[in-house]
């Protein structure tokens, strides 16, 4: 099942491309359009599909919380494949719809806290404190200086169906999805990283692209082998 966190906006979205790369290569699978709270849904006309399914979620918390949303609606899933509205396939994915990993980002990021937004650190640690505290999981480490995991990239990932049911088990889609303070998802794409390696998943292994900092410039383009990706800013 392919998962499309979507809040529409017309100028920025490219869902239509998300849609058709994921029927080219791969034909029958489900899609879920999850809307993000849209104030105009009529754009899912466009895409009336058996195998393309609306969700209206209202979910604000795009996009690690449309992986949630969708699981608890369609827990039987063996893979969730979370793309953005402003992302297509370049190729197949399936070599990692079948490996051995619980989890397989896109691009991973080698230097979470290097590469966060100068002036939201402090932020992001306090939120990361109270949203360890409220679920089941615990830090390995000291999440104010450990600069060692990698995270994926707009949190856009193949997650298994067996981490998800870890992440929704652990209260991951209770208390993550009470928080308002996720800027530009860059909160949650660190946390994502940081339960994959509690969950023992090295995305600096399981990545299909690689680390960032080598293909950052190329992810727009088209030169990249499974995926392209257009930084909408929204």
Request: hydrophobic share 30%; charged share 30%.
């Amino acid at each position: 099942m392919f998962v499309i966190p979507c809040y529409y906006d017309a100028a920025k979205s490219r869902i239509h491309d998300t849609i058709r790369s994921i029927q080219k290569f791969h034909p029958g699978e489900k899609i879920v359009i999850c809307d993000s709270d849209s104030p105009v849904k009529d754009y899912v006309q466009n895409y009336k599909d058996e195998n393309v399914i609306f969700f209206d979620a209202e979910n604000r918390r795009r996009p690690l919380g449309a992986l949630l949303e969708t699981y608890k609606e369609f827990p039987e899933e063996d893979n969730y494949v979370l793309m953005h509205d402003t992302s297509d396939l370049l190729s197949s994915i399936d070599e990692f719809l079948t490996n051995d990993s619980l989890m397989t980002a896109f691009v991973e990021c080698s230097r979470p806290l290097q590469t966060l937004w100068t002036g939201y650190h402090e932020d992001y640690f306090t939120w990361m404190e109270e949203l360890m505290e409220d679920t089941d999981y615990d830090f390995n480490s000291d999440i104010r200086t450990d600069n060692s995991y990698a995270f994926c990239v707009g949190s856009m990932a193949v997650y298994k169906q067996e981490i998800v049911k870890r992440f929704f088990d652990k209260g991951m889609y209770e208390y993550f999805n009470k928080r308002e303070n996720c800027h530009t998802g860059q909160y949650s794409e660190r946390c994502s990283g940081y339960l994959a390696r509690l969950e023992n998943v090295d995305l600096k292994v399981y990545s299909m692209e690689g680390n960032s900092d080598a293909v950052w410039q190329q992810i727009p383009t088209g030169q990249l082998k499974y995926y392209r990706k257009t930084f909408g800013g929204r």
